[in-house]
């Protein structure tokens, strides 16, 4: 059994407004779910992603104004990646960059790939990389400025950073049967190593680069960091599968949570690092027309009877999206 892929990457905003004006009108995003945070409801989750919301395309943010900055450093997922068709669509965006103020390096090699290193304004770290023209199933994002020839096209990969391989590398190889495919020097620090690591055949939104950074101290989550990343699976079939595996093996799940527009399940390869694996469907169009999806406050059945309640509760998004 394989995982298909990144499914999606949850991160934390303390400015959920600037964080909506970022995604989707400087990057290009759609805003294809406005809901709260099922497990704290007076927080806004927001879900941004391809046209039609299509797995492994789908970067969301818990809001939660109270917390601190991140604070950076290992055992933690450290960078979020995502893919462009080619490099005129990084001379783009290092245009583009460049106008809006958007923090960002210098182009890049790594890997075989050209990439370009960025962040959001609340130092959220993240890669545009060169996907080489490979094959994508979703449908790009054809409503903001961004043409769409150089739009982001969903995940390419996530970066976590560890203190030292050991047990986070049984885990991902072992058990969750991804391939060690090469090493690199990070980039950043030729003194570290960088293992790349693929599932189900690899490339563009199969893989995971694992930096080893012995020197940091250990991350604490706050707004600018990764909740958690979440894979692929098909279906609750092949979920009950990898729930019964990670028993078996010793790892505590949080077993099968019904989130209404995929089933989820949780569980730590670390004590930094949170893993999902969450299903393909039902998908974000459960309970909105694909042509105004984003628009209105979604919420699930479960909480549809509080939404009064709840929608007292969260603050208006004042910016205006352009669906």
Known sequence: MQLHGLHHVTAVTGKVRNNLDFYTRILGLRLVKKSVNQDDTSAYHLFYADKVGSPGTDMTFFDWPQTGADQRGTDSISNTLFRVNGQAALDYWVKRFTEHNVKHEAQQEFAGRSILRFEDPEGQRLTLVDDGGASFH??????????????????????????????????????????????????ANPQEEVVIYTM???????????????????????????????????????????????????????????????????FRISGGILFELATDGPGFATDEAVETLGERLALPPFLEPYREQIEKGLKPLDTVVSQ
């Open 200 to 266: 189900d055949g690899g490339g563009p939104g199969k893989e995971v680069q694992v930096v080893i950074q012995p020197g940091l101290q250990r991350a604490f989550l706050g707004s600018g960091g990764v909740h958690h990343v979440a894979f692929r699976v098909k279906d609750v079939a092949e979920q009950d599968y990898w729930n019964d595996l990670l028993t078996k093996r010793g790892l505590r799940t949080s077993g099968l949570v019904d989130r209404y527009y995929f089933q989820s399940l949780y």
């Open 138 to 187: 979703g449908q790009v994002w054809d409503g903001a400025d961004v043409p769409v020839e150089f739009a982001i096209r969903g995940f390419y990969g996530v970066q976590l950073s560890v203190p030292a391989l050991g047990q986070v590398g049984l885990i991902l190889t072992q058990l969750l049967g991804f391939e060690e495919t090469d090493r690199q020097p990070n980039p």
